[in-house]
Each structure stands twice: as structure tokens, then as C-alpha cells.
């Protein structure tokens, strides 16, 4: 039986990609199957989530298996004094899977490299979050039919987002046009840039967020400004609120346009837009639940 980590969605090839999508099709069909019994997982969540933890942990239970873990590491003896390394040593004796959410960029690598159970990333500092990714690829494969050769614009925190950086490289299989909407101080970090113009990726930078972006878009990707990365706060309420979009930004939207989301939005989709069929980031998040059903099987090398 094949077990790895998903650290980076760098980890995963096309195939596998394409594997996790139709396991999450599957899911989709029937998420309650018992494939996970006798199984136990933890959950370590050093940073607050919502969707990200209770889908994973929606998941194991609809699967038969069991979650161990912590939502407010306060509760920890990480507040003792206890390193990362020792509690991943600690709960690795103890589980079969390991899924965690970290305030560092990086900790998952390590954490994977130190346990011996596999290690499912759930949000890394700035830096991934595939499994986001795989609802999000879910999410535009269902509302596209098609993954490839799509016009897909990323707006907002561009710099602190982690979503955005791991959906740009999964992407890469799949021939994206990319238009990055973000202020100057929000922009697509270089390394990020580099990965597309080394792939021969075509993308297009903006700082104003306007109706002929839209316009063109198939894919509206919109993210929160990533308030917990800020050291100077002062920074954040300069950009907080720089883009809003509207309801009335869309009239002239293509129609097989779909709004992404990853949630929680703060002020950058009005309410207003929540009614508009092009809305999509509730049902985006309850993709999550399959997505990481398959992802769960799909690292414990479990055949459905
Ligand atoms: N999208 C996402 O990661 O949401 P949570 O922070 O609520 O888990």
C-alpha cells in the first residue's frame, strides 16, 4: 500500500491530479463509505480554520475512521515549550494520517520529513494549500467541463495568498491564460512569475480592478487580504479594503463565468453578489468535502 505526503501540490503530478478529481467525483456520488475503519486521524490545526478542518474531519467521519487533534494549539504543550518536531514525533505513534495547518511557511515539509505516518498540508503560512487547490480545480472542472485553456484571474492579496500560489502551479498542466489583479504592495511575488514565464504561461498584470477584466475572465478568483501575515498593521488598513466586487461589475460578464472564492471573505465580494448564478464559492467549499475524501485515500493509498 503506497502512502505519501501531499506537502506542496508540486508533489502531485497531472495524473494525479486528474486521479484525486475523479475519486472526488466518486465521493461526490457517495461520500459514506466505510473505507477508513479502523483508521485514526489527526487534525493539528496552529492556525484558526473553519471549512479547511471540519470538511477533513467531515470527511474521516463519513469515511468510518476517527479524528484526534486541536483547534487553538493554546490548549497544547507547544504553550510549554514543546517543538514541532517532538509533537509530530508524539502524534505520529498515535495516528495514521497527519493533516496540519501551520503559521510557517515550510512546516509541513518538516513536519513530513520527521513523521512516520503521511502528512497532508492544510495551509502553510504564506506559501501552499493543496487541498484547497484540489476543491478549487474540482470546483472549475464542474463549472467549466474542461480544465484546460481557461482564462483565470486572481484578485486581491496576491503576495500572502497561499491559495493563489498553489492554484497558479496546478494550473501549469492546463494551459491557463492568468490575469493577477492586486496592488502594488499585494502583487504576485517574482518566484511565482518566474514558474510561468519558465513554462511559457502567458499572464497579465493589473492594479485596476475593472469591468474589462472581468469581461474576459472564465474564472474570477477572489481572495481576502491576509491580514495575520501583516507585521505592520498599519500596512494592512492601507490595502484592506482595496477591491470590492459588485453585482453590477458582472452585467456584461461572460456567461459560463464562475466566482471563486476560498473563504472566509472579509469585504471583497458584496452580498449583493451571493444571489447571481455566476456565484460559486459556497458550493466551491462543499466540493472541499470530497476533494478531501479522495485526497485522504489517495495518501493512504486506499482503493475505492
Ligand atoms: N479556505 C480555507 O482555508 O478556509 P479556512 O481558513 O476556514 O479553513
Same mark, same amino acid.
Given at each position: 500500500?503506497?502512502?505519501?505526503?501531499?506537502?506542496?501540490?508540486?508533489?502531485?503530478?497531472?495524473?494525479?491530479?486528474?486521479?484525486?478529481?475523479?475519486?472526488?467525483?466518486?465521493?461526490?456520488?457517495?461520500?459514506?463509505?466505510?473505507?477508513?475503519?479502523?483508521?485514526?486521524?489527526?487534525?493539528?490545526?496552529?492556525?484558526?480554520?473553519?471549512?479547511?478542518?471540519?470538511?477533513?474531519?467531515?470527511?474521516?467521519?463519513?469515511?468510518?475512521?476517527?479524528?484526534?487533534?486541536?483547534?487553538?494549539?493554546?490548549?497544547?504543550?507547544?504553550?510549554?515549550?514543546?517543538?514541532?518536531?517532538?509533537?509530530?514525533?508524539?502524534?505520529?505513534?498515535?495516528?495514521?494520517?497527519?493533516?496540519?495547518?501551520?503559521?510557517?511557511?515550510?512546516?509541513?515539509?518538516?513536519?513530513?520529513?520527521?513523521?512516520?505516518?503521511?502528512?497532508?498540508?492544510?495551509?502553510?503560512?504564506?506559501? %501552499?494549500?493543496?487541498?484547497? *487547490?484540489? /476543491?478549487?480545480? @474540482?470546483?472549475?472542472? +464542474?463549472?467549466?467541463?474542461? &480544465?484546460? #485553456?481557461?482564462?483565470?484571474?486572481?484578485?486581491?492579496?496576491?503576495?500572502?495568498?497561499?491559495?493563489?500560489?498553489?492554484?497558479?502551479?496546478?494550473?501549469?498542466?492546463?494551459?491557463?491564460?492568468?490575469?493577477?489583479?492586486?496592488?502594488?504592495?499585494?502583487?504576485?511575488?517574482?518566484?511565482?512569475?518566474?514558474?510561468?514565464?519558465?513554462?511559457?504561461?502567458?499572464?497579465?498584470?493589473?492594479?485596476?480592478?475593472?469591468?474589462?477584466?472581468?469581461?474576459?475572465?472564465?474564472?474570477?478568483?477572489?481572495?481576502?487580504? %491576509?491580514?495575520?501575515?501583516? *507585521?505592520? /498593521?498599519?500596512? @494592512?488598513?492601507?490595502? +484592506?479594503?482595496?477591491?470590492? &466586487?459588485? #453585482?453590477?461589475?458582472?452585467?456584461?460578464?461572460?456567461?459560463?463565468?464562475?466566482?471563486?472564492?476560498?473563504?472566509?471573505?472579509?469585504?471583497?465580494?458584496?452580498?449583493?453578489?451571493?444571489?447571481?448564478?455566476?456565484?460559486?464559492?459556497?458550493?466551491?467549499?462543499?466540493?472541499?468535502?470530497?476533494?478531501?475524501?479522495?485526497?485522504?485515500?489517495?495518501?493512504?493509498?486506499?482503493?475505492?
Amino acid at each position: 500500500m503506497k502512502r505519501e505526503s501531499l506537502v506542496s501540490i508540486t508533489d502531485y503530478s497531472k495524473e494525479d491530479i486528474l486521479d484525486v478529481l475523479e475519486k472526488a467525483s466518486q465521493f461526490e456520488q457517495n461520500p459514506n463509505r466505510r473505507v477508513l475503519e479502523g483508521k485514526v486521524i489527526a487534525t493539528l490545526f496552529f492556525e484558526p480554520s473553519t471549512r479547511t478542518r471540519l470538511s477533513f474531519e467531515t470527511a474521516v467521519n463519513r469515511l468510518g475512521g476517527r479524528v484526534i487533534g486541536f483547534s487553538d494549539a493554546s490548549t497544547t504543550s507547544s504553550t510549554k515549550g514543546e517543538t514541532l518536531k517532538d509533537t509530530i514525533m508524539m502524534v505520529s505513534n498515535y495516528v495514521d494520517l497527519i493533516i496540519m495547518r501551520h503559521y510557517l511557511d515550510g512546516a509541513a515539509r518538516y513536519a513530513s520529513e520527521i513523521a512516520s505516518v503521511p502528512v497532508v498540508n492544510a495551509g502553510d503560512g504564506a506559501n %501552499q494549500h493543496p487541498s484547497q *487547490t484540489m /476543491l478549487d480545480l @474540482y470546483s472549475i472542472y +464542474k463549472t467549466q467541463g474542461r &480544465l484546460e #485553456n481557461l482564462n483565470i484571474t486572481m484578485v486581491g492579496d496576491l503576495k500572502y495568498g497561499r491559495t493563489v500560489h498553489s492554484l497558479l502551479m496546478a494550473m501549469s498542466h492546463f494551459k491557463p491564460t492568468f490575469h493577477f489583479v492586486a496592488p502594488e504592495e499585494l502583487k504576485m511575488p517574482e518566484e511565482y512569475k518566474l514558474y510561468c514565464d519558465s513554462l511559457h504561461i502567458p499572464y497579465v498584470e493589473h492594479q485596476d480592478f475593472t469591468e474589462e477584466v472581468i469581461n474576459q475572465a472564465d474564472i474570477l478568483y477572489m481572495t481576502r487580504v %491576509q491580514r495575520e501575515r501583516f *507585521t505592520d /498593521l498599519m500596512e @494592512y488598513e492601507k490595502v +484592506k479594503n482595496v477591491y470590492t &466586487l459588485h #453585482n453590477q461589475m458582472l452585467r456584461d460578464s461572460k456567461p459560463n463565468l464562475r466566482i471563486l472564492h476560498p473563504l472566509p471573505r472579509v469585504n471583497e465580494i458584496s452580498q449583493d453578489v451571493d444571489d447571481n448564478p455566476k456565484a460559486y464559492y459556497f458550493e466551491q467549499a462543499k466540493n472541499g468535502l470530497y476533494a478531501r475524501q479522495a485526497i485522504i485515500c489517495k495518501v493512504l493509498g486506499i482503493e475505492i
